[in-house]
């Protein structure tokens, strides 16, 4: 007979991985080639997931907008997602079928393993001969090793019988496991990543409990080996109990071992016994553990020979017992299912729940995603709409601001022009109440202390002048000013407004409203009337300088002045002295200048008039006098000349302090008119000026605080437009995710239907 079920392994496992992907049913897959085919696609998947999920992690941090916490994602714990599937992966990447065999003592555990290997690996014959957990797992080495549990290094396969066997001095504890590793080229079975576990008798350690915590727990089948020479045991039995109670629906294959005993009874014997072992194993199976159907359990019982399974497998087939071949045909029957059995299982319970969690995963993921690809288009039509009308916005504000310069320009000139009207106006009255201003002052005047007076009358004067120019143009100037600033304060106010621009305090037309401004109307008298000239010396009424100017008009009357300021240089109205040294530590302090006198113009009438009579005309002249004098006569001409003497001397007498104060007051008043009126024009402007600059000072601020609002909005603008770049970035960036998770999604619901998990 030829050996089955090895050639199709053989030539499924050698498939290129490519095709087997592009199968669309895994039947024509061997069994337990599905799970390394499941287990490799499953974790190609989540590989490609892993990268995406890291992929997807740094967009998120990339396209980072602030104040916007769904479009960044913070509602999706990609770190943790991301640190799932690499869990997955790795459990994935450690997983494995494994298979555990029990029963007790001598029931052929270690047989019906070599049977399967098909080879004498580990060790078996009479008695108790396995005294530990033995785990037999393919690798990819030429020679095979195992490890013990108290050391890392590698042993020599052929010392697994002197530490398994209970006979051994070197037995380990039975709790304990020896792993070795058999390479995969050796055996066909532990190709496709299956893990044999062999285990002592169940029934020589009370620690069952122990050995299904530590060994049991991750295992996909349970495979009983029980003596067909018996019915189950108490020991079987509660083995089971204890796995069931542990485990979720077990997977357990009872194997009724050494049936070649029943070679030498009867056929209606042997069904009769063969029928009473599986009644009673399908009754324990469903009934008391409940875990398959009556016609499910008839599928897990077997009755085989594993002894003569091996031989056979061995070529040693000379003292087989009668009806080997049946029995043979039943263990690779057995073989088939279990086979089935087992890459369903480990692939139900190694992925399943993986598939499911990853499956959830990418539906969140895909709903969020979607959300952000949503919530991100809108917000960039937000964007879209706010910058429009920010664009609009600033258009507005350029164009008015432009319009406001331009405007009050022209109205602050005019306004110039006005206050220049008001205060040489009022500049003008002044000076027409000019010598009422200085009859008001009140000075003691001594004639040695003239300078100081003069000082002091000056400053009287620019202090009432100042003060009453102040009093006529304040409120009318102050009405003119402050209705043109708050026009301008509320123009500007209004693109404040417009620009929405956030204010921490109160806004710059607030501000300039609050700000007074007087203008200066301070007159410097003392600089202004520094080329003052006084005459305080006595002067007749009928003196010949009076007399030349009262008949002879002004023109002669200053060429009669100039002559005697030439003849009279050395004589001056005032003698230096105290008055002169008083008057120049004055503020401001004048010169005085000295002009003729009387006695001068006496002294040029001697000097410079008598020699005229010693000319042609001066016979005519003292024909004249003579003919006088012999009309009145010599007493008129003494009574005349007595009174001339009387006048001079009365009016000498009456030249007192007080007369000579009211002549210099006089004196400074002309004077002070003529100057103030060459001033009026020159003291408007400088008020003019004055408003005007302070005008144009306070439109400059006005539109420099337009100007920051026009940053401002510059500035939101191109925060804008990054937003606007940023969220179709993360629109598109996000859509194209959505799609790769889509196909994510399909390939793990591909994988439960094409594995039915």
């Known amino acids: 007979m030829t050996q089955r079920g090895s050639p199709l392994r053989r030539t499924m ?3 290129d991985y490519e095709t087997l992907k592009k199968t669309p049913d895994i039947s024509s897959i061997p069994p337990l080639q599905r799970f390394g085919f499941a ?10 997931f892993k990268d995406f999920l890291e992929d997807l992690e740094g967009f998120i941090g990339a396209s980072y907008i602030k104040g916007q916490g769904d479009l960044n994602g913070e509602h999706l714990d990609t770190h943790n997602m991301l640190s799932q599937i690499c869990n997955i992966v790795e459990i994935i ?5 494994k298979v555990a065999f029990f029963g007790r003592t001598s ?21 108790h001969t396995t005294n530990c957990f033995l785990s037999i797992t393919g690798v990819d080495v030429e020679e095979p090793y195992l490890l013990r549990p108290d050391s890392p290094d590698r042993k020599n396969a052929q010392t697994i019988k002197r530490l398994s066997h209970s006979l051994s001095k070197e037995c380990l504890d039975p709790n304990a496991i020896v792993r070795l590793y058999w390479p995969k080229t050796k055996c066909a079975l532990i190709r496709d990543e299956v893990v044999l576990v062999d285990s002592p008798g169940i029934d020589m350690s009370p620690d069952v409990d122990g050995w299904i915590d530590t060994h049991c727990l991750d295992a996909d089948v349970f495979v009983l080996v029980a003596n067909s020479e018996s019915t189950l045991m108490h020991s079987e039995k509660n083995f089971f109990r204890r796995v069931n109670a542990k485990l979720s ?8 071992n050494r049936w070649d005993c029943s070679a030498g009874e009867d056929v209606a014997t042997r069904d009769e016994v063969r029928s009473q072992h599986q009644d009673r194993t399908v009754e324990f199976i469903v009934d008391e553990l409940g875990l398959m159907t009556r016609q499910e359990a008839d599928q897990k019982v077997f009755f085989i020979s594993a002894k003569e399974a091996l031989k056979f497998r061995l070529n040693q087939t000379a003292d087989l017992a009668k009806g080997w071949e049946d029995r043979y045909k039943e263990f690779e029957d057995f073989e088939n299912k279990f086979e089935q059995c087992l890459s369903a299982s480990a692939i139900n319970t190694k992925f399943h729940a993986h598939a499911l969690r990853g499956r959830d995963i990418a539906n969140s993921l895909n709903e969020s995603l979607q959300k952000i690809e949503t919530q991100s288009d809108r917000y960039r039509k937000e964007c879209i709409e706010e910058r429009q009308r920010k664009e609009k916005q600033l258009e507005f504000v350029v164009r008015e601001s432009e319009a406001i310069k331009h405007h009050f320009k022209k109205k602050i000139e005019s306004v110039g022009s006005h206050v220049e009207n008001i205060v040489s106006e009022a500049l003008r009255e002044e000076i027409l109440r000019l010598s009422n201003t200085v009859d008001s002052f009140s000075y003691p005047f001594q004639k040695d202390y003239i300078n100081k007076y003069k000082n ?12 009453n120019l102040m009093d006529r143009c304040h409120n009318r100037i102050s009405r003119v000013y402050d209705d043109i600033k708050s026009e301008m304060c509320g123009r500007v106010k209004q693109l404040s407004d417009i620009q929405e621009s956030p204010l921490v305090g109160p806004s710059q037309p607030d501000l300039e409203l609050q700000n007074s401004f007087e203008p200066i109307y301070q007159i410097d008298c003392q600089s202004l009337f520094m080329g003052f000239q006084y005459q305080l010396t006595f002067q007749f009424s009928f003196g010949p300088t009076a007399l030349a100017r009262r008949f002879l008009g002004p023109r002669y009357s200053s060429f009669l002045q100039t002559l005697g300021e030439t003849n009279a240089e050395a004589i001056t109205a005032v003698s230096p002295g105290p008055s002169m040294a008083a008057g120049s530590t004055g503020r401001g302090a004048a010169a005085a200048v000295a002009v003729p006198s009387e006695e001068n113009a006496l002294l040029f009438i001697a000097t410079r008039l008598l020699p005229v009579f010693s000319s042609k005309t001066a016979l005519s002249a003292t024909v004249v006098i003579g003919g006088i004098y012999q009309v009145v006569g010599w007493r008129v001409i003494a009574a005349t000349g007595a009174v001339y003497v009387g006048l001079y001397g009365f009016e000498r007498l009456k030249y007192t302090d007080r007369a000579m104060e ?4 006089q004196q400074f008043c002309d004077y002070a008119s003529i100057k103030l009126h060459d001033i009026v024009t020159y003291t408007g402007n400088c008020c003019s000026t004055q408003v005007q600059r302070d005008l144009s000072a306070t439109l400059s601020r006005l539109l420099n ?3 920051n609002g026009v940053a401002t909005l510059k500035k939101q603008i191109a925060e804008l437009n990054a937003e606007i770049s940023r969220s179709k970035m993360v629109h598109d960036g996000s859509s194209n995710r959505v799609c790769e998770v889509s196909e994510f999604r399909d390939e793990i619901s591909h994988f439960l239907r094409l594995f039915g998990t």
Do not use: A, C, W
Not at 39 to 48: A, G, S, T
Not at 93 to 97: Q, V
Not at 456 to 467: M, T, Y
Not at 662 to 665: E, T, V
């Open 249 to 256: 629906q077990p997977n357990i294959f009872i194997l009724n």
């Open 93 to 97: 990447g450690r997983d494995h079928m």
């Open 107 to 127: 029931n052929g555990k270690s047989t019906v393993i070599n049977s399967m290997l098909r080879d004498q690996i580990l060790p078996s014959g009479i008695g």
């Open 662 to 665: 009211r002549r210099f007051k």
């Open 456 to 467: 002091e009358l000056e400053s009287h004067l620019e202090e009432h002048l100042g003060r």
């Open 705 to 707: 605080s337009v100007n």
């Open 39 to 48: 287990k490799r696609r499953i974790n190609e998947i989540y590989e490609k």
């Open 13 to 15: 496992s050698q498939m």
